[in-house]
C-alpha cells in the first residue's frame, strides 16, 4: 500500500519558485533547475510546523539531534561510519565547495572536473580566479565513463590541487562503482590532489545501482578529501539551505574551518536544521516510495520516447532525478536547439552546452514531476519534432 502521494499536481507559482516565479513566459513548462515538483515528506512538513509555531526563532547552533541524525543515516544508507567531529556545518554544497576551495588553493592553482558536469562547478572555479583543468567524460554505447589515461596527466600538472568529483554525476547519471572510483582516488592521492566529492544526489540511487562513499573506501582516501552530502535533493528542500560537510582529516578540516570562520558562517538557519533531521530521522519511507516514481517516470519517459521520439537517445540514469537527452540527431545545437526547446516544444529545460563545451546538442529534464506533468512535456515535445 503506498502511503505518500506524488501523482497531485501543485501550484508552485507565487511561492518564490526559482523555477514557476523567474519563467519569463508563463507558457513554458519549466522541467530545469534541480528541485521536485513534490510536496516533500509530511513528517518533515510536521517538524517544521511544530518548530514554527513554538516561534523564538533566534540564533542557532547546529545540536545533537542534527549530528547524531547524520552520523545515523550515513551508517544505514550509506555504510559510512562518521565520527561526530568529522561533520562541519556547510550552507549549501555550492557555497561550500566555494569555501572548500578557498581553504585548499591559491589564485591561479588549477581544478579537475569531468564535464560535462554541473555548471555552478566551472563558474565557481572562474569567479575564484582558479583554473578550470578538464578531464571530459567519454560516452562509449550510450554510457558515460571516466578517461583514466587524461586524469593521470591532468592530475600529473604541479598546478592541479583540487578535484570535484560529482558523485552520481549530474547531469550523466552515473552512479561510479567502486572500480571507477578506486581508480580516481589512487591517481588524484599519488599527485597530492586533493578530492572533494559532491554527494548530494547521493540518496537519489535508481534500482539496481548501489553508492559508494568516496571517503569510505580506504584510509587513504579518507584523508584526502571531503565529503559533500545534504538531504536537499533527496527530500525537496534546497530552499531551506542546509548541507553536513563531511572531513576527516584534522588538517583539512581546520583550514575549512578557517575559511567557515572567516565568513562567520557558525550560525545554521534553524529550519534547515530542524528539517535535515526530521528527514533523516523519518524520511526513509517516503524516499523509498519516491524512488519508485522516479522509476516509473524513467519508464514511461523512455517508453515515450523510444515510440514516438527515437531521433532522441535517453542516456540512461542510474541516480538522480535528471535524464539526459542526446539530441543531436535533430540536427541543431547551441543556441539553435535552445530557442526550439522554448519557442516550439514551449519547454524550459537546462540547455547541454551550460554544462561544458562536450555537452552541446544534449538537454537535461528533470523528471522529479507528476507523471501528468511529465506526459505533458513530452507531448509538447513530440509536437514541437513532428513533422
Ligand atoms: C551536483 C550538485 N551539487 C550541488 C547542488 C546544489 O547544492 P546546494 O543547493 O546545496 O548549494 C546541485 C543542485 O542541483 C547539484 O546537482
Redesign the pocket.
Same mark, same amino acid.
Request: hydrophobic share 40%; net charge neutral; aromatic share 6%.
Given at each position: 500500500m503506498k502511503k505518500y502521494d506524488f501523482d497531485t499536481v501543485m501550484d508552485r507559482r507565487n511561492t518564490c519558485s526559482m523555477k514557476w516565479d523567474t519563467n519569463p513566459d508563463t507558457s513554458l513548462l519549466p522541467l530545469w533547475?534541480?528541485d521536485m515538483d513534490f510536496s516533500g515528506p509530511p513528517e518533515v512538513i510536521e517538524a517544521v510546523r511544530k518548530r514554527a509555531e513554538a516561534g523564538a526563532y533566534g540564533y542557532t547552533v547546529p545540536c545533537d539531534g542534527y549530528y547524531g541524525a547524520i552520523i545515523d543515516w550515513m551508517k544505514r544508507r550509506h555504510r559510512f561510519d562518521v565520527k561526530k567531529d568529522w561533520i562541519k556545518f556547510?550552507?549549501?554544497?555550492?557555497? #561550500?565547495?566555494n569555501m572548500l576551495m578557498h581553504a585548499y588553493t591559491q589564485p591561479g592553482d588549477k581544478v579537475i572536473i569531468q564535464t560535462p558536469v554541473?555548471y555552478?562547478?566551472f563558474v565557481s572555479i572562474k569567479n575564484n580566479h582558479r583554473e578550470i583543468l578538464d578531464n571530459p567524460l567519454k560516452l562509449r554505447n550510450g554510457r558515460y565513463e571516466m578517461d583514466f589515461d587524461d586524469l593521470e596527466i591532468k592530475a600529473r600538472d604541479p598546478q592541479a590541487k583540487l578535484m570535484i568529483l560529482?558523485s552520481p554525476?549530474?547531469p550523466v547519471g552515473r552512479v561510479w562503482t567502486k572500480e571507477e572510483l578506486t581508480r580516481l582516488g589512487e591517481i588524484c592521492l599519488r599527485n597530492n590532489v586533493i578530492v572533494l566529492s559532491?554527494e548530494?544526489?547521493n540518496d537519489l540511487i535508481l534500482r539496481g545501482y548501489r553508492h559508494t562513499v568516496f571517503a569510505s573506501i580506504n584510509d587513504d582516501f579518507s584523508r584526502n578529501s571531503v565529503v559533500?552530502v #545534504?538531504p536537499?535533493?533527496t527530500f525537496n528542500m534546497?530552499g531551506l539551505?542546509?548541507?553536513a560537510i563531511i572531513i576527516p582529516d584534522e588538517k583539512l578540516r581546520a583550514l575549512y574551518g578557517d575559511v567557515l570562520e572567516c565568513n562567520f558562517m557558525r550560525r545554521p538557519n534553524l529550519f534547515g536544521i530542524v528539517a535535515l533531521e526530521a528527514a533523516y530521522r523519518h524520511g526513509e519511507a517516503w524516499l523509498e516510495e519516491l524512488l519508485d516514481y522516479l522509476q516509473g517516470n524513467l519508464d514511461f519517459m523512455t517508453d515515450f520516447i523510444g515510440r514516438y521520439i527515437p531521433q532522441i537517445k535517453i542516456i540512461k540514469p542510474e541516480g538522480?532525478y535528471?535524464v539526459w537527452m542526446d539530441c543531436r540527431a535533430l540536427g541543431m545545437k547551441g543556441r539553435e536547439l535552445e530557442d526550439f526547446m522554448l519557442n516550439k516544444a514551449k519547454l524550459w529545460l537546462d540547455e547541454g552546452y551550460i554544462f561544458g563545451d562536450a555537452g552541446d546538442g544534449f538537454e537535461r529534464i528533470n523528471i522529479a514531476c507528476p507523471r501528468a506533468t511529465l506526459a505533458e512535456a513530452l507531448n509538447r515535445l513530440h509536437a514541437a519534432i513532428k513533422p
Open positions: 533547475v534541480a556547510g550552507p549549501g554544497v555550492v557555497p #561550500a565547495l554541473y555552478p562547478f560529482c554525476h549530474n559532491d548530494i544526489h559533500c #545534504a536537499t535533493k534546497a539551505q542546509t548541507s538522480t535528471l
